[in-house]
């Protein structure tokens, strides 16, 4: 049997045991970092702006993202239209926004048709943001009326070259996204053609309609049901492979234009310094959802073909894009 000091002393080493642990354990848990105990993401709604109007393309595309991600999170995100001056107004809210991912930007080929065009935009498309994905793209149609003698894209440029001058296609306006899609075919075909550009692209296609236009470049929606119901003949799509909607439709390329290829396409950014881990999140829960057979159809009824590429991938595919625009926009002497 131990004696009253031995007792004493023994009690005395555990606490002395006991106070060294907490010590050390408390200086662990000081130690950590500060975000160790900041909610997950997303902690509240995420905003989205659309830098154009409702109803749109991208406004579309936007709308069946923020449905997907609503779903995977069970965090709403809420669509920002903000048009103006051909998507910069919206572009620069995004660019100032705080780069903590609760404020995100889907936009179209436009963001990259706007430094060719703009000297004075508010930020840079390629510094000012960081990419998550390129989360769809639409092929255009190469839209003929059919009173004219060509039914074949080869017969269509054979005439432009027979009579140089003398045929016209038309757009939505002077710089705007379909007035660039068509002077990249009247360049890659070497033709001589003239521009009538319109107040909106639904008064295009009422000019190519009626003959007042002979032929144009034009949006998939908008001219399939046409050609389908025999009002305007369809020569090519401007994809790089067909369109499984209409599998007899060649591409340009196929048809005999090689390398001309534009497609509508719509994208997923965030202000530049946005967490790689928030990015990571947002671009592979997209990704997993798009996969979804209810939210693939959704893409597929618009006639979108889903790619949600990975950052990096649509990082460089933006970059190409706005080199591509600004050889366009110059070699065209397009101005605003």
């Avoid at 997950?40 to 991208?58: C, H």
């Avoid at 179209?108 to 000297?119: D, H, N, Q, R, V």
């Avoid at 399939?224 to 007899?248: E, K």
Wanted: with cysteine; proline share 7%; hydrophobic share 45%.
């Amino acid at each position: 049997m131990r004696s009253p000091g031995e007792v004493a002393v023994s009690l005395d080493t555990k606490v002395a045991r006991l106070y060294l642990c907490a010590c050390v354990a408390g200086a662990f848990f000081i130690g950590q970092p500060a975000h160790a105990a900041e909610p997950a993401y997303p902690a509240k709604p995420v905003r989205v702006v659309v830098p154009l109007a409702p109803g749109g393309g991208s406004d579309i595309v936007a709308r069946i993202a923020a449905q997907a991600l609503t779903d995977a999170w069970g965090q709403a995100l809420v669509i920002d239209n903000r048009p103006g001056a051909g998507g910069t107004l919206g572009t620069a809210i995004v660019a100032k926004a705080p780069a903590d991912g609760y404020t995100a930007l889907v936009s179209s080929s436009t963001m990259a048709i706007g430094p060719a065009l703009y000297k004075d935009i508010a930020y840079d498309i390629l510094k000012d943001f960081a990419p998550i994905t390129l989360i769809a793209d639409q092929p255009s149609i190469i839209a003929v009326n059919p009173k004219l003698p060509a039914k074949t894209l080869p017969e269509l440029i054979g005439l432009f070259k027979k009579e140089p001058g003398r045929y016209a296609f038309g757009s939505a306006g002077n710089g705007t996204a379909s007035h660039l899609a068509n002077e990249l075919f009247r360049m890659s075909a070497r033709v001589d053609t003239l521009h009538v550009p319109y107040k909106s692209a639904g008064l295009a296609t009422t000019a190519l309609l009626s003959g007042e236009i002979q032929f144009m470049v034009t949006n998939m929606a908008t001219a399939l049901p046409q050609v389908r119901a025999g009002r305007l003949v369809g020569v090519a799509v401007t994809s790089a492979q067909r369109v499984n909607g209409i599998p007899d439709m060649p591409t340009a390329s196929e048809a005999g234009l090689s390398g001309y290829s534009y497609t509508t396409w719509y994208g997923m950014l965030v202000p530049a310094g946005t967490p790689a881990a928030v990015v990571s999140r947002v671009q592979g829960d997209l990704a997993k959802q798009a996969r979804e057979q209810r939210i693939a159809e959704r893409f597929s009824g618009q006639g979108l073909t889903v790619h949600a590429t990975t950052p990096r991938e649509f990082g460089k595919y933006l970059a190409a894009e706005v080199a591509r625009w600004q050889q366009v926009v110059k070699a065209a002497g397009i101005s605003k």
